[in-house]
């Protein structure tokens, strides 16, 4: 079984993340500290199902799957781990809705490790499972740098997941993998046959340490049960007239900045990698 076709490099940075969720996801939504690419969801969403089938994402954050779901008439499902978030994404379900979104979208608040008994109603039936994995308890957030306050210092904030321990976000990352391989496990039993994973993830520093982030998440899903069947990048820079368009964060700039000073070659991240697998009983047995 092959997947459809994908470029290699998806040009989904062409907005910035604001103007692509300007309008679209309501004001407070923007809080979250880790959302997911709009443009990168719909791209997935609308190559792998066609209207009326159904969507997953086990750990939704503030809905962008769901949403981009609805508005390609597609349905969706979603679990979100933090009660705050939920509010956030029924919302931004609401939202699309008053706004001409089509497809149905359900939102359940629980440990993602559960979904498969959270929505045994779905078993066998989604065409899509689309997530991405938390990066730690702390992101960077959004800022007030010394440019927009006077002079002053740097001022964080919406840089934290969550302060319950229980999250898996703050697990060190042997358990945060570990924990995210049985989330994996868990959406795969809601896969109808020939259905989809998609997980978009990009390489994360650990004191100082770029570590292969996307690497281990390949690692943790063949120990799940999946395949990967196709990787691709999907820009979080634009394209123009042929040369990427920075779209890094002022937390990236300054951390690349820091690492060539110290003279480790360093580069801001421009993309996500978006890798897809299937499940091994889905596959012919040679291309296992």
Do not use: W
């Not at 997953?56 to 769901?66: R, S, V």
């Not at 499972?129 to 964080?156: A, C, E, F």
């Amino acid at each position: 079984m092959r997947s459809p076709a994908l470029m290699s490099v998806l040009p989904t940075g062409q907005r910035p993340s604001r103007l692509q969720r300007q309008g679209r996801y309501t004001p407070e939504s923007m809080r979250h500290p880790g959302k997911m690419l709009p443009a990168i969801a719909a791209t997935v969403i609308d190559t792998f199902t066609r209207p009326g089938d159904l969507v997953i994402d086990p750990m939704c954050g503030i809905g962008t799957t769901l949403v981009e779901a609805a508005h390609l008439g597609r349905d969706a499902a979603g679990v979100e781990y933090e009660p705050d978030f939920v509010h956030l994404t029924l919302g931004n379900l609401r939202h699309a809705r008053a706004h001409g979104a089509t497809g149905r979208a359900q939102v359940a608040c629980g440990d993602a490790r559960n979904i498969a008994t959270i929505y045994r109603t779905l078993h066998g039936r989604a065409a899509l499972v689309l997530t991405s994995p938390p990066y730690g308890s702390r992101t960077h957030g959004h800022i007030r740098s010394g440019r927009d306050n006077g002079g002053g210092k740097i001022i964080k904030r919406n840089n934290r997941y969550s302060t319950d321990r229980g999250n898996l976000a703050h697990h060190p990352l042997p358990g945060l993998l570990g924990g995210f391989g049985q989330i994996l496990a868990s959406s795969a039993s809601l896969l109808r046959p020939g259905g989809v994973i998609a997980v978009t993830v990009r390489p994360i520093r650990v004191q100082g340490e770029l570590i292969d982030l996307p690497g281990q998440v390949v690692d943790t899903a063949n120990n799940n049960g999946l395949v990967l069947t196709g990787r691709c990048a999907a820009l979080l820079a634009g394209l123009r007239d042929g040369r990427l368009v920075n779209r890094a964060s002022f937390f990236q700039m300054l951390e690349t900045r820091r690492a060539r000073d110290r003279g480790i070659p360093a580069c801001a991240t421009a993309h996500e990698d978006l890798l897809i697998f299937h499940r091994a009983t889905d596959l012919p047995e040679a291309s296992r």
